[in-house]
């Protein structure tokens, strides 16, 4: 199985940045893409962005241009710079099996518990 553990969210101010950690421990060889979500109260978990296991990112559209994400071997980044009150969330990480590889895995997909994004103005 796969664990995700977020860390590095906190209180910032708006314009200000923060980086995001994701540590990925278990069957991290069956892991293929890895994404951030976030869930601002009140609201349902969306798309942060996601990234390949070859490496090729994708965002939604308001954190293009601000937000970049990275992996490197069990830990997926999430830079934020420019940050704005909007952006208040709690962020989750998480990661999509490869089933061929690890066909013993019980799960299609594997989060973390979140870490607290506040963005004050």
């Known amino acids: 199985q796969v664990r995700l553990v977020e860390t590095g969210g906190g209180l910032v101010q708006a314009g200000g940045s923060l980086r995001l950690s994701c540590a990925a421990s278990?069957?991290?060889?069956?892991?293929?893409?890895m994404a951030w979500y976030r869930q601002a109260p009140g609201k349902e978990r969306d798309l942060v962005a996601s990234?390949?296991?070859?490496?090729t990112p994708s965002y939604m559209d308001s954190a293009k241009g601000r937000f970049t994400v990275s992996r490197a071997g069990n830990m997926l980044t999430l830079q934020m710079n420019d940050l704005k009150s909007e952006d208040t969330a709690v962020y989750y990480c998480?990661?999509?099996?490869?089933?061929?590889?690890?066909?013993?895995?019980?799960?299609?997909?594997?989060w973390g518990r979140g870490t607290q994004v506040t963005v004050s103005s």
């Open positions: 998480n990661a999509y099996p490869n089933l061929d590889r690890c066909p013993d895995l019980i799960a299609d997909e594997y």
């Open positions: 278990g069957d991290t060889i069956c892991i293929s893409d």
């Open positions: 990234i390949s296991s070859g490496g």
